[in-house]
């Protein structure tokens, strides 16, 4: 099992570019999530899906799009970056819970995008 | 507004010290409580988990104690090694059909030889 992986590792993009930030999990998880990471502060949600086919907004998803065309697979889009979207983006996934059960998020190694 | 603060921000001890890392919440409904840890350059992994109803729990050399009363939480590591250097996150999650989580920014943690 490779858990929770994300692609690239690292990347640099200009003002204006866009790009595509790809989760995979193999842990057959309904529920993915990408999160922003910035120094001094908390794991930030973007956008989140809780099933193949269904995306969410969460706590900061302007200038970002997501989509979820297979179970395994959560792809985060960003059309125009901005210097604002520097960051370590992180993707993680969850198995299904019934009622208000307990469970565990499984993070994957990071992304380090920078925008000049 | 739902918070989760952690302190110091950054502690560096020795090897072979303890250490006490502390996580202070506002979250209410209050589900559970996580900690996890972050190495240099990877995605967080879980060390413990406690309920309100659950007072310490220990993972190895990690003991984690809650007071759901005061909504405090500490990490305790004993016998340092040269590998806890790391983050270590608090995360607190509400007891509510949305199930928000609160991440904490964090302790970064240095272990010196």
């Known amino acids: 099992n490779a858990g929770v992986t994300q692609t690239p590792k690292f990347r640099v993009l200009k003002t204006g570019q866009s790009m595509t930030l790809l989760c995979a999990q193999d842990m057959n998880h309904e529920y993915m999530y990408w999160y922003r990471q910035d120094p001094g502060m908390g794991l930030r949600l973007i956008h989140y899906s809780v099933g193949e086919g269904t995306t969410a907004k969460g706590e900061v998803p302007d200038g970002y799009n997501v989509s979820r065309l297979k179970k395994q697979n959560f792809l985060l889009g960003l059309e125009s970056a901005a210097p604002s979207q520097t960051s370590v983006y992180f993707c993680a996934s969850r198995g299904k819970t019934m009622g208000l059960g307990e469970y565990e998020q499984f993070f994957g190694p990071g992304t380090r995008l920078t925008v000049l | 507004k739902n918070q989760v603060e952690q302190s110091p921000q950054s502690l560096i001890i020795l090897e072979g010290k303890n250490c006490t890392l502390q996580?202070?919440?506002?979250?209410?409904?209050?589900?559970?409580l996580r900690w996890y840890k972050q190495d240099t350059g990877r995605g967080p992994v879980s060390l413990t988990i406690m309920t309100f109803s659950e007072n310490t729990k220990s993972n190895g050399r990690y003991t984690a104690t809650l007071d759901a009363d005061t909504k405090q939480s500490s990490l305790h590591i004993t016998a340092s090694q040269l590998s806890d250097s790391a983050s270590y996150i608090c995360v607190v999650r509400e007891y509510s059909s949305a199930s928000k989580i609160i991440f904490g920014s964090g302790t970064r943690l240095s272990i010196r030889p």
């Open positions: 996580c202070n919440y506002t979250v209410s409904p209050f589900s559970n």
